[in-house]
DNA sequence: ACCGTAGGTGTACGCCGTACACCTGTCAAG
DNA sequence: CTTGACAGGTGTACGGCGTACACCTACGGT
């Protein structure tokens, strides 16, 4: 009888249990079109049964976030605090490439999550553990800004664009339709830079993960360079 | 009667002044409480009357995004391909920090409107001005990445959240709450050292511009190296 | 045997974006 | 002067959203 189908459902539907449902339909689905109602549904409950777990739409996120900064791997300890660094973003940047909407929803809210402050709190111990001043670990953190969390930030980001449309169209290549290529012929040129590249392979444009840690060493060497002259607030290196 | 004032409100609305009018309430009241109907209200007009001059909401954040982008200084003619890209990129953050919706909005969209394209496109023009070759310009485009557009995409930054709560309540500290402290022992230090900088006149945590000023510049000399050296993809500088 | 409580339900409210049919004033062509 | 196309504002309505509030129900401890 129905009764029994029901009754087969009951696993009382925790907090993780919601939380992780949360993930999955919005790595399914994107961000944009997760909503209390259809989580619901995805979990066989009535809207409101969720509010029995998370207090509201902005917890239920804040839970994501946490969620997904759990899946970080843990700092690694490392005689070179660079090469800690770097690891850890990379590994960052990895989760966050399971998770396409989950830059956007930590940008978007207004205080970071416990999570969030235990991640940054352990890279801040990494430099200081690296011989970096308090003072400088504090402006090295800000210059690093959202990369330290594993995202490029770019403003341009094609993964950001989470539901894809259902009819999984064959990734259109996108390179600038040739209209855009005549009023923006800079960015045409270095458009064009990218696609012959050795990885040309697939045209489609430039390499992320290249990008990524391209600019992500850029800003390590400079660190480090600061950290070998002792930087110091109020003088600069020149 | 009625019909006058109704009559006199008449100058006919066009795009420019709905979008100058959303983009006027998202300064005041925050992009999460800038809707169709209050923008409509603003305005003295019914909610569908808007549809006559933008196609939908999402059209009205990309007219808000180019209104912002048009207000950053167009590039000064400098023989130094450095100073003037510092000088537009902070010109942008000016712009920027009277809008502090617009990051997150620029984020949000998928793709970058064609006033953003410009922008970006003329500022591609000024590294290739400056002796860039395309390859080396292309990544430095994303090294830099939104940093380029004037906001330094901090995980936490307090000018987001837009629509405060009307109260004017007198910018509580918000140095970290001393429980937090505890847990986060590694960002307290930092926050303390930022504290007792010279300019902690306020004590409000730690001076925004100068923080983006020094990531900046990071940038701009690790990438100055770069050219110097004749930097070319797949050799990196060690 | 009792009852408190954890957890799922049902209804309802106010807000949102916007489709669609409609009205009204202006202005050019006949 | 008439006419009719059209730009632009109106009114109604629909479906979706977050969530307040009252309710029910099953279970574990006393």
Same mark, same amino acid.
């Given at each position: 009888?129905?009764?029994?189908?029901?009754?087969?459902?009951?696993?009382?539907?925790?907090?993780?249990?919601?939380?992780?449902?949360?993930?999955?339909?919005?790595?399914?689905?994107?961000?944009?079109?997760?909503?209390?109602?259809?989580?619901?549904?995805?979990?066989?409950?009535?809207?409101?049964?969720?509010?029995?777990?998370?207090?509201?739409?902005?917890?239920?996120?804040?839970?994501?976030?946490?969620?997904?900064?759990?899946?970080?791997?843990?700092?690694?300890?490392?005689?070179?605090?660079?090469?800690?660094?770097?690891?850890?973003?990379?590994?960052?940047?990895?989760?966050?490439?399971?998770?396409?909407?989950?830059?956007?929803?930590?940008?978007?809210?207004?205080?970071?999550?416990?999570?969030?402050?235990?991640?940054?709190?352990?890279?801040?111990?990494?430099?200081?553990?690296?011989? !970096?001043?308090?003072?400088?670990?504090?402006?090295?953190?800000?210059?690093?800004?959202?990369?330290?969390?594993?995202?490029?930030?770019?403003?341009?980001?094609?993964?950001?664009?989470?539901?894809?449309?259902?009819?999984?169209?064959?990734?259109?290549?996108?390179?600038?339709?040739?209209?855009?290529?005549?009023?923006?012929?800079?960015?045409?040129?270095?458009?064009?830079?990218?696609?012959?590249?050795?990885?040309?392979?697939?045209?489609?444009?430039?390499?992320?993960?290249?990008? !990524?840690?391209?600019?992500?060493?850029?800003?390590?060497?400079?660190?480090?360079?600061?950290?070998?002259?002792?930087?110091?607030?109020?003088?600069?290196?020149?």
């Amino acid at each position: 009888m129905v009764e029994q189908a029901e009754t087969l459902r009951r696993k009382p539907l925790s907090r993780d249990g919601v939380l992780r449902a949360a993930v999955a339909l919005a790595d399914g689905t994107g961000i944009e079109s997760l909503s209390m109602r259809k989580l619901a549904q995805d979990l066989g409950v009535v809207p409101m049964a969720l509010y029995k777990h998370v207090a509201n739409k902005d917890e239920l996120l804040d839970g994501m976030i946490d969620v997904v900064v759990a899946e970080i791997d843990p700092p690694v300890p490392d005689a070179d605090w660079k090469a800690a660094v770097r690891k850890r973003i990379l590994s960052a940047r990895q989760v966050l490439r399971r998770h396409p909407w989950a830059p956007l929803a930590i940008e978007s809210r207004t205080m970071p999550t416990p999570a969030v402050l235990g991640y940054l709190d352990s890279m801040v111990g990494t430099f200081r553990a690296g011989g !970096f001043s308090a003072d400088l670990t504090h402006h090295v953190m800000h210059a690093m800004g959202s990369r330290i969390l594993g995202f490029s930030q770019e403003l341009f980001d094609a993964s950001r664009r989470a539901g894809r449309s259902g009819t999984t169209d064959p990734e259109p290549p996108t390179a600038l339709p040739p209209e855009a290529a005549a009023r923006f012929p800079h960015l045409a040129e270095i458009a064009a830079a990218a696609s012959h590249d050795e990885a040309s392979v697939v045209g489609q444009g430039c390499d992320d993960q290249f990008e !990524f840690e391209f600019a992500l060493d850029l800003l390590l060497d400079g660190i480090e360079r600061l950290r070998q002259q002792g930087w110091t607030s109020s003088h600069r290196s020149r």
